[in-house]
């Protein structure tokens, strides 16, 4: 493994230098599929210059990270210069690696909780129980699949500055895994520091660690609730401790307005592949507070149902929110896609459970090709207008939808028929499962 494993990291990396030295790079950095208002490396520029003049990139409107991510992004600038792609190209590798990391680790979870609950399984479940022969490639699939998305290499070739983001999420994702709770929730903060909806990830992971801490049989008890709470509170404090140092850095509190309030207010309408730019565009200007509240609540809501229904599988839980947060986010692009795509592999186990992988992948094909076709056609040629592009980002929310339902229902009604068997019966008739 470790050989395909190096040849698959270097092709990876390699693309990406090799395509850097192309322009692609500069005409893909003004892609609304791939970069936004908030991850744009153009407005990061705009906003690196302003702070080197002493003026605060905050008093405008161009420029919408936060304080200690200004700090960063001006300090890597300095210090590379033109040369910057190539930590856009490391931090790309260091997300593969920590993947690498993920699925390594979240396989051995799947096989350690398979073989605690083996004696609830029916006997004719053999077939479909998790085997170690079955997760030999999963690694190599996860690191490939991140390497040589299209999605990933023109993100990484766009410079946006999601793919911090990215890694952020990846490392609390590892960090839950090892069940390490400080370093999860610093990296967990991170990641909500920078783009605040990963926050809702909290919950999964301080599932996951009570279930590590806690023993089985005690998990109503009060130590199971003291565990959670320990995650919330120090989660709650790193994230706070970020933005108070961030206070200190500016001296006020105006970068909040520019950043979390940015994203929550959705001031900046310029068309992306999300789906609030469209209808605050045609929508009346009275209606657009309470719109804005059910749209912002409809990313946080799901967290609620799907943290009762998979309490039992917070490592899918937490699959299930990045996605979500994907699909609804304020000012999404391809860089949210790529890590949950690449993620994918780590539930091949529910694939033969799946019901439209085809049409899935059909649609997410025919979006990524019509996308800047329907866009040229409407901003260039003039032959086309804004509801030819947004069928195509509506059919892109949709595909994701599709494929996220799809793979929560293969996940159900694997778990389902381990315990009822593949063939359920009713006083002895072969019964039809229908999930309700």
């Known amino acids: 493994m470790a050989y395909p494993m190096l ?43 302003l702070y080197k003049a002493g003026v605060s990139p905050y008093s405008g409107d161009i420029f919408h990270e936060m304080p200690l991510m200004l700090r960063f992004l001006h300090y890597i600038n300095s210090l590379w210069g033109p040369a910057i792609y190539i930590v856009f190209v490391f931090t790309d590798f260091v997300t593969a690696i920590v993947l690498e990391r993920i699925a390594k680790h979240c396989g051995r979870h799947l096989l350690v909780e398979q073989k605690k609950n083996v004696k609830t399984f029916s006997t004719d479940a053999q077939k479909i129980l998790v085997k170690s022969s079955d997760l ?37 994702i590892l960090y839950t895994l090892k069940g390490k709770r400080s370093k999860a929730c610093l990296s967990l903060a ?18 996951f660690i ?25 989660s709650c404090s790193a994230l706070s401790f970020l933005l108070y140092y961030s206070y200190c850095l500016e001296g006020s509190w105006d970068f909040i307005s520019s950043t979390y309030g940015f994203i929550l207010s959705v001031p900046d309408l310029t068309p992306n592949i999300g789906i609030f730019w469209y209808f605050f565009t045609e929508m009346f200007e009275h209606f657009r507070l309470f719109f804005l509240c059910v749209f912002q609540i409809n990313v946080f809501i799901y967290t609620v149902p799907l943290s009762i229904k998979l309490r039992d599988h917070p490592v899918f839980l937490m ?15 391809y860089a949210d896609a790529s890590l949950y795509l690449a993620l994918l592999p780590l539930w091949t186990h529910t694939f033969s459970h799946m019901r439209n992988s085809f049409i899935v992948a059909c649609m997410f094909i025919a979006c990524s090709v019509l996308a800047p076709v329907q866009w040229y056609l409407w901003i260039y040629a003039g032959s086309a207008n804004a509801n ?7 059919v892109y929310a949709t595909a994701q939808i ?21 063939k359920p019966q009713v006083n002895g008739q072969p019964a039809q499962v229908v999930l309700s």
């Not at 040849?7 to 850097?20: E, Y």
């Not at 936004?36 to 153009?42: D, N």
Request: glycine share 4%; charged share 15%.
């Open 210 to 234: 009570a279930r590590q801490e806690v023993p089985e049989k005690t998990w109503t008890s009060s130590l199971t609730y003291g565990s959670i709470m320990q995650t919330l509170l120090c």
């Open 402 to 422: 599709l494929l996220l339902t799809d793979l929560i229902f293969a996940f159900l009604r694997r778990e389902y028929d381990l315990v009822h068997g593949l």
């Open 190 to 207: 991170v990641a909500s520091y920078i783009s605040m909806y990963p926050i809702m990830l909290v919950v999964p992971t301080a599932i």
């Open 136 to 172: 030999r490639y999963t690694r190599l699939q996860v690191v490939a699949i991140y390497l040589f998305n299209p999605y990933s290499v023109i993100t990484c070739l766009a410079k946006s500055t999601a793919i911090f983001n990215n890694l952020a999420i990846a490392l609390t």
């Open 319 to 333: 699959y299930t929110l990045i996605t979500i947060m994907a699909i609804f986010k304020s000012y999404p692009s």
């Open 388 to 394: 030819f592009y947004f069928a195509i980002t509506l």
């Open 7 to 49: 040849i698959t990291v270097s092709a990876g990396i390699i693309l990406r230098l090799w395509l850097h030295a192309s322009t692609l790079g500069e005409w893909l950095s003004d892609k609304n599929e791939v970069s936004t208002p908030l991850t744009s490396w153009k407005r990061v520029t705009e906003g690196l210059a």
